[in-house]
């Protein structure tokens, strides 16, 4: 039998009722001869509920008890579905991540996945049983400890089992209908995309477009797990949502597939810096080793031996990199006469796989906000993306003109 | 290091501040030198959340899956509790059934413990920890799911482990400071037992005093666990609460210890049954295949080859009792004139070792409601304890007549 993996976020099994909805879906796809993988997360605000128990309770908190707190909720989701689904007359049983297993690295709270062997469910299967229901987000480590995947890891739980289980596909079921060449809640005209490469998959999520988590599509992508986005919440039909996939299954596609953006940046420049081999890993080495997801970085051309150096990240992190940059200077490891803060900063970009066989897109991008009045304060570009940094209050507009511009309401 | 047994029940770990102040009271036991098994409930209210979700899913459940998810309370209590243990720098653990492992039976729902391992967890008390926090009310069965042990399990949880670990008592902390003469609420006289032997605590525990489970105590018993029952809500000393022991830890006793009730019973009778033998089979076997837990049973002198046969039961298992009668009947099973049904009875019971050596111990307690008006309908007695049937009404003036009359006040 062909196997296909359904993963069901929290939202999706908020309580009786949507579970009930959500094994409706599962019976849809058995009744077409699957064997199906359904793989859960807690019920919406449990796992913030227990992590709240945890963060009363202990300060400095052991991540291997935080683990066996955590997970108690998909626990609880796997079992409620087993047993609808078997109420529907469809053979279920639940499985939790120590009984498949699911073999772990020992990072706790964020740990990775080694190794799923499915010799367990497979036998069952070979019994007649239609749909193994797993706990997502949760593996057992070499000691035997309950490990989770970290925040949004039942998406990597379920990409994982649909490599293991070399799955037809693997569907995401979530509150939204899939991805959009932007958020329609700022630009009207976002479209539904029906595919997207994963590279360009990974972009956008990692840009922050909050549909999957990262981790779970270069998983997809390492293992060619082909990836559909849809809603649980709709009548779902055969090509409904978005499927992200290999580049090669999209025959045609726009230059650019969206635009993303991020609202909350902070722009730090450091004036009049020493110009010298080394500044640099200077500079950001303890900028990491305080965790500050440094994200663009521009070095201006130096004049009598210095230089401005301009970085971003997120806003809430600004006063830990304030920090370690004076620490850094303090301790003498380098100097520069001032550090602005720019805190009114917001990110856009354009992203599409298209752009490595077309010039000029990067020019077009520029050229479109030149002509709406919007500054472009910093530039960062990848193979497939390019970024601005421009004033927060522009970036709706800067949205919807690149929208615009880029004719995404097309098919 | 001599190992303890701590359980605290749902009340006692109800909330963050109640899973602290137990930590507490762990801590205690940690330096005088133990090395402690804590053995901990769902917060109250947890279970019945879940369970009221299994229902709302399901009508007839797989027991397996409900296992599955009504468990996962006790995980959740069992990691907070670790973590506020190691925040007071006490080197602890948690441990979910199938870790230890605790090995059961597959009854799933009712499952029976089979055997504890010690060398999982006297290993790590022999690298310094101090303390291991176990799940309660869980286990694993052969085929490696999770099962529980039935309401109340988490007692017997404690029990068993002071019999793996041959500890030197097993403390079961509740919301109560002990076992009681008589119900306090009932009778202002009502005096908290120091120590109660094993035989006594049984049978309270089945006649209503719902301080402890009947098997947890059956199971102290059968391995002479001392168990001691305690308030989780009160300042302890060393002898505080009551200690459930062989009788030959107690010195001189009462010839009654206590005096029990149980308000909502049932008395069935069928008039002018066929006296032949096999009857009483023909009657009760069926019944007990119907789940009816029939408590004492009386029958009339036969006249004329036809009796009366009066039995008492819960009062909500009367009408499952009355389709069973009516179906053995319609089947030809046995006859009967008429089923008398009076809802309206309540049983008390005289409880005591010392009865075994003490002659009269019934008749005084027949005088004495005899001497407040009580009719009597039903008699039982067992080697220590005699058991009445009155009108529920007299309920309270008899508990309080017999506690006067068999001068429970006094030590």
Sequence with gaps: MPVLVMKFGGTSVANIDRIHRAAKRVAVEVAKGYDV??????????TNKLVGFVNETSQLYDAREYDAIVSSGENVTAGLMALRLQEMDIPARSWQGWQVPVKTTSAHGSARIEEI????INAKFAQGMKVAVVAGFQGIS???RITTLGRGGSDTTAVAFAAAFNAERCDIYTDVDGVYTTDPRICEKARKLDKIAFEEMLELASLGAKVLQTRSV?????YKVRLRVLSSFEEVSDDAGTLVCD?????ESNVVAGVAYSRDEAKLTLTSVADRPGVASAIFGPLAEAGVNVDMIVQN????GRTDMTFSCPIDQVKRAEKAINTARD???YNFSDLVVDNGVAKVSIVGIGMRSHAGVAAKMFKTLASEGVNIKVIGTSEIKVSVLIDRKYMELA????HDAFELEKN
């Design 218 to 222: 270069e998983l997809a992508m390492r």
């Design 142 to 144: 070499p000691e035997g």
């Design 331 to 333: 301790k003498g490891d």
């Design 399 to 402: 949205v919807q003109a690149l």
């Design 117 to 120: 062997p499915s010799d367990n």
């Design 37 to 46: 993988i359904v793989v859960v997360s807690a019920m919406s605000g449990e």
């Design 301 to 304: 051309i130096s004049e009598d």
């Design 247 to 251: 580049e090669e299954e999209i025959m």
